[in-house]
């Protein structure tokens, strides 16, 4: 029973309710519809419970939840949308800036990096230079009639699947076809061309014949109009402008290596993939780090910070070999020359990043790309991929690029990436002759002429990160399989608390003001739940969206001293506070410096209301508040 | 004398002093042409004295130190360039995250504004109903040899500049070129080309004929590949994706109206002006608000908190007739009918934000739009206009859309926008038949069927914006007109305080270390200058880069209780504070809790050292530290 079938039924009796009503029938006629429309809910209800627990069920309730309440959906819809674009509505797109912001403190500020910001048009003599005219290219096919196009990576993987879960294989085809989709990454053009032979893939659907393997660019270009000589490229990656840039770039930072470029912004590539949602875009956010170091110098100056940190290690070996990932520490790892010192490093911050945005570690591991599967500019690369219902999902890319692209520009533009002396308007001779001599010193440390700077660049797909996010804190509540909840950490969750008056009563405004008031003057972000729906319908709706805190002002709230509930969303106990130490409280517990835990040894447990709209109006006319 | 001779000079000099050191001139030979060039510096610099003082030279001076300090720089620049491209570099992009932020915290944050991403790539259906595909464009002309494009209005003004520059004008013909002038944004297609006769106006360089007037589409446009049906566009403003998501929107708002929705994000415009710099861009970034409200309820709820505001208003009415701007209340203009009460909302709200960031409110006004010179999606317009060295820069425009968008995207897309009942997961049905009836009772307040919301779009660029803060804080040193500094306030400043140990000694370290440690900690953002300049240079660089702090370790820094100075940048006063009190008063700083006025009242002004570095060697020797 799909989901679909589920929403198609609830919409099914909504109308028929409405229409019966329409057509005036009779209580005794509601009644009975109704009775029977409830039984057939409930075996519905029954069936879906049955298969909750399947992940590709999971995942559907998940792109169910994140629809229902616009975290993103489809661009263009109303004109029938375009594929692989997605908007991000009010809370994807609240997350998304909390996990920007969060990258931005624990790299941007952290490693003091170099924040660089460039346009995504871009001209071809720089994809000329760095390779991707040429070789940024997906290995493809075209049914012979229709023209369609497509991976035939992923065309091979849907066959192998598909045999695979039929039981009647021999041990050795399966073997075979195992082996096969393991180093699916790893294959030639020619080799993968054999393999369609060999398996007899055709066109999917259609059935018709495919045409041989050949390569597609992955840039969208076009002319500038008016000017037709200028060739332009989308780009599909943020790094070449901090390579071309790299003379102003190092002059800015004193001349002294080694230093770090962030970049965060649009990239475009022409996907081909059949995968759906945010997890294969075509235009996406990239957060970039470019690590320029002295090829000398393959050692991290702050690496005895993280030198403890363990990662669980998928090496190219062991998928070669078909074994399992490894847990160790980057400090074993380097001593083992598994990973570099710098690429460890990195790879050591990526992992203590991920855990701050609410990963699940025990769904993280990081993967070597095999040799055929590296990107053309890059000697090795590492992915952080995580485990989502989606399978392994890549959304890191931590590559070495060596000092390839800066050579290829250098050569490429004949430009002089490295002057000592620029030009300066500064007036006063004397000064300038002081500051030439004070350039030459300060470049001595590294001699450019006979060696390039090296790169180590962490590449962040905020979308599939996004993702991951929803994905690992994605639950449901024990006593009750049908509620979900999404498990935000506070670093991301769109705001800290939720407050909620019991009714839309005129009685609550006041306290409402005053609260909301006192929460916008403190910082803490908030969202105000005042429809008409029940507390419970509203508790769950804040669980769904990922709201760590709920606020709610009953009639108690009333009496004075003014007190409110706060319920914390994860464990769904509720105290009663004073609305005097609330500001204090949510502080405390959105900088974590106080726990929920600690907050319930301190103030009693919420059990109900002592008061009722009824006995309020009698307090108060005895003037008890 | 331009910069560019300075600049080519000096550049000279250092080139002859480093070939007579090559040569292995004698010290009298260089003492010989070192006099001769110092005197030529000297000419030079009282050349250049006479003319700081134009606009013209000013725009150069800060130009030159937006560039020196790599502010921003030409896109691509070692491959020649893309022209009306810019990067911003490490600094720049400082200020623009700042800039943003400052931005999302008065709008996003004070309004309760719901954020919206969406991609820049847009299908063509979206911009054939929103009229962009007919209406987005210039005028322009095309030199009928060489085919080059030129916005013909632009061609008009600098024949106009031209004529009225010279004396020998009849009072008659000045009059008639000065009106044309001023309605020049108000002329049609025809009475352009009408003028483009009646002047004579050729092709700028070749003298060669010109086409008649024709429009131009400004937005670039190209054909997905693989794909050769789906025409798409980069969006040329950011709005659509908000009125065509608008059910969805309006449904996330709990179907209550007014609000408004955030967007801020790249847009494309195929611009043809001459201008140069980060003030018209082919590639920009908006900052966007849709304020959608009941267009019979044309009242703000919260304009009681702004109606004194007071803005330099500048109607059509008064451009028509060649008056001045004048200055009112918002209340002032809304009772003599010159703004709706939404509109006046949001232009005392934009004047507020110019305030907050550094424009200075005597060179801010509000134009209102010429009926011709209207967008075609707008029934009217206000832009916040900043007066700058290259005039008066359109910064924020504040169009009043109506219900054009919506209903032309309702028309086209055939999309029911409002459906009170929409599809949900909800597996109980009598919840289910219960929130139908809640959401009935919702929408009761407006009647979708009869009225359609209208807009007020306030958009905001950026990069304009960033140019205005730059020219409205570019200052000069009363003492000394050569030394330049950026007043920026602290809302967008780069970092809060550059830190200079006063040489590069190994004694500094630990205290270095120790405040850097200190400052990461509290959060307050900082630079570190420890090159080999001078103290005073590196204060110049500071000053130069508007960081509106410095916080000096000297050697009198060693003596316990450790202390060092603190230099503010306007006033260039100094005080020595103790160490252990730094990061409280950068803090009180930094947040106005404290002016430093306050501080100089508190702490010893800095008059000078009172060790030196011999001395301290003594000190440590007996102890003292």
Same mark, same amino acid.
């Given at each position: 029973m799909s989901l679909l079938y589920i929403n198609l039924f609830t919409v099914f009796v909504a109308k028929y309710v409405k229409d019966l009503k329409a057509a005036n029938a009779s209580d005794e006629q509601l009644k009975l519809a109704f009775n029977d429309l409830q039984v057939a809910t409930q075996n519905l209800e029954r069936q879906r419970l049955l298969v909750v627990t399947s992940n590709e069920f999971r995942k559907y309730l998940l792109d169910d939840l994140l629809y229902k309440h616009y975290f993103f959906s489809n661009s263009f819809e109303i004109y029938g949308g375009l594929? #692989?674009?997605?908007?991000?509505?009010?809370?994807?797109?609240? @997350?998304?800036?909390?996990? @920007?912001?969060?990258?931005?403190?624990?790299? @941007?500020?952290?490693?003091? +990096?170099?924040?660089? !910001?460039?346009?995504?048009?871009?001209?071809?003599?720089?994809? #000329?230079?760095?390779?991707?005219?040429? #070789?940024?290219?997906?290995?493809?096919?075209?049914?012979?009639?229709?023209? !369609? +196009?497509? #991976?035939?990576?992923?065309?091979?993987?849907?066959? +192998?699947?598909?045999?695979?879960?039929?039981?009647? +294989?021999?041990?050795?085809? !399966?073997s075979e076809y195992l082996n096969v989709l393991y180093k699916l990454n790893n294959f030639s053009k020619d080799e993968l061309n054999e393999l369609r032979k060999k398996f007899d893939i055709k066109s999917p659907h259609t059935g018709n014949p495919l045409t041989d393997v050949f390569e597609m660019n992955l840039m969208f270009g076009f002319s500038m109009k008016h000017n037709s000589k200028a060739e332009v490229y989308l780009r599909p990656e943020l790094s070449q402008s901090a390579f071309i840039n790299f003379k102003k770039l190092f002059s800015f930072n004193k001349s002294k290596l080694p230093f770090g470029v962030a970049q965060i912004g649009s990239a475009y590539r022409n996907e081909l993939s059949s995968g759906t949602g945010i997890t294969r875009l075509r235009e996406f956010t990239l957060a970039e780090i470019q690590h320029f170091f002295d090829p000398n110098e393959y050692s991290h100056p702050k690496f005895k910070n993280v030198e403890e940190v363990k990662l669980n290690l998928y090496s190219a070996c062991n998928q070669m070999e078909n074994k399992d990932s490894v847990e160790m520490s980057v400090k074993e790892a380097v001593n083992k020359n598994i990973l570099s010192e710098n690429m460890a490093y990195f790879l050591a911050r990526i992992h203590l990043f991920m855990l701050k945005i609410g990963i699940d570690p025990r769904k993280l591991r990081f993967r070597q790309h095999m040799n055929r599967e590296l990107a053309h500019y890059a000697v090795s690369c590492w992915d952080a991929e995580c485990l989502t219902f989606r399978g392994w999902l890549e959304c890191v890319g931590c590559s070495d690029r060596s000092?390839?692209? @800066? !050579?290829?520009?250098?050569?490429?533009?004949?430009?002089?990436f490295i002057e000592c002396i620029s030009s300066t308007n500064s007036s006063n001779l004397k000064d300038f002759v002081d500051e030439c001599s004070e350039k030459d010193n300060e470049c001595e440390g590294f001699n450019f002429e006979k060696t390039l700077p090296c790169v180590i660049e962490p590449s962040f797909g905020i979308e599939r990160l996004l993702y991951s996010i929803f994905d690992h804190n994605f639950c449901f509540r024990k006593d009750d399989e049908r509620k979900a909840y999404l498990s935000l950490p506070l670093s991301v969750a769109p705001v800290i608390c939720c407050v909620l008056p019991l009714g839309s009563n005129y009685e609550f405004h006041p306290l409402l003001k005053q609260i909301s008031d006192k929460l916008h003057a403190a910082g803490i972000t908030y969202d105000i739940d005042d429809t008409r729906k029940s507390i419970g319908k509203r508790y769950v709706r804040s669980d769904e969206i990922g709201i760590p805190f709920a606020v709610t002002i009953d009639f108690d709230s009333l009496i004075e001293p003014h007190s409110v509930t706060l319920r914390e969303r994860d464990s769904i106990k509720q105290v009663r506070v004073p609305v005097n130490n609330l500001i204090e409280i949510l502080k405390n517990l959105s900088t974590e410096s106080i726990s929920f835990e600690q907050i319930e040894k301190l103030y009693p447990q919420f059990k109900g209301q002592v008061h009722s709209k009824e006995t309020i109006k009698t307090a108060v006319k005895t003037h008890l508040c």
């Open positions: 594929t #692989r674009f997605y908007d991000f509505g009010p809370l994807g797109a609240e @997350i998304e800036a909390n996990l @920007i912001e969060c990258w931005k403190k624990h790299f @941007i500020i952290e490693e003091k +990096l170099l924040q660089l !910001k460039s346009p995504s048009i871009t001209p071809e003599a720089v994809f #000329r230079a760095s390779g991707h005219l040429k #070789r940024f290219t997906d290995f493809c096919v075209k049914d012979t009639k229709t023209g !369609k +196009l497509f #991976r035939v990576d992923h065309l091979i993987k849907d066959f +192998l699947h598909n045999q695979l879960s039929s039981n009647d +294989l021999s041990k050795e085809i !399966k000092c390839n692209d @800066i !050579k290829n520009h250098l050569e490429a533009s004949k430009a002089e």
